[in-house]
């Protein structure tokens, strides 16, 4: 049995550049699906499957993640002054749901150098990596997005999992593409490519942000050479970690949203929106009329 895996990391030191000029001062990862921000979905489901040490990589302007995850000690008992009961559990379980541990990306190098720098926080253990502009939310009765790579990295004795799901051909060029085979059941990655063009992408399977990776990573990170856009890209270094050791692939289930991109997001606040029990039935009728 593979022991527990604590520790998670949140690469989010990134310029947000698909959403600019939403994010020239506020990071991608603070911006909100009705009301929450996209950082707190991805720490929740992290939590739920067990990860309750979380490191964040960051870089200049993300202050504000901090401070989310921070105790506002003001803006507390100013609503506990006022009986804003509800508001107050809201604003204090925050801060209080995790410890949060930052390490700075001096430099925009790349994936797989923000993940390097996680390293020695890490240590000698196998761990998450979440990106967290990728919103999964469970479907009814479903486990997270986290929990159920967790199962296969228990399944395979502790190997290295990473989440997938098929997109169309015209967007393979938007992600890590796999190549995979079957063995017994369970999807063995044999390849991967960074934004593939269509005509030599190896599949339809896109990794969507969500890795469990064993320390041998990061030890292939220090020497991984800058690929496409120059960048230390995480897909290089995962496709030596599959010639040396099994690499595992899993679809996830579970909706899935593209939130750093103005036209995922839309559909994420959409979709939510209209589930949302306080404004679902209201966003209803007034998308309604518009139509
Ligand atoms: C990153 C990864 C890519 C992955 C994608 C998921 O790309 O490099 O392999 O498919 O996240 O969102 P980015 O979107 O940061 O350019």
Redesign the pocket.
Known sequence: MPKNIHKIIF?TA?MGT?FLPATKATPKEMLTIVDKPLIQYGVEEALAAGMGEVVMVTGRGKRSIEDHFDISAELESNLNAAGKVELYETVSRIARMVDVAYIRQKQPL??GHAVLCAAPWVGDECFGVS?A??LILPEAGCKGAMQQLRDIHEQTGGASVIGLARVPDDEVN????VKAHDEDGLLRLDD?V??PQTDQAPSNM????RYIFTPRLFEILKTTKPG??NEI???DAMCQLAKEEPVYGVIIEGARF?A?NPYGFLVANATLGLQHPKYGEALRKALSQLL
């Not at 896109?206 to 942000?209: D, F, H």
């Open positions: 690469p990134g698909r790349g994936l990106l502009d990728e938007r992600y890590g593409i991967m960074e934004k896109a990794m969507i942000g496409k856009g890209q995480l897909t593209d750093g």
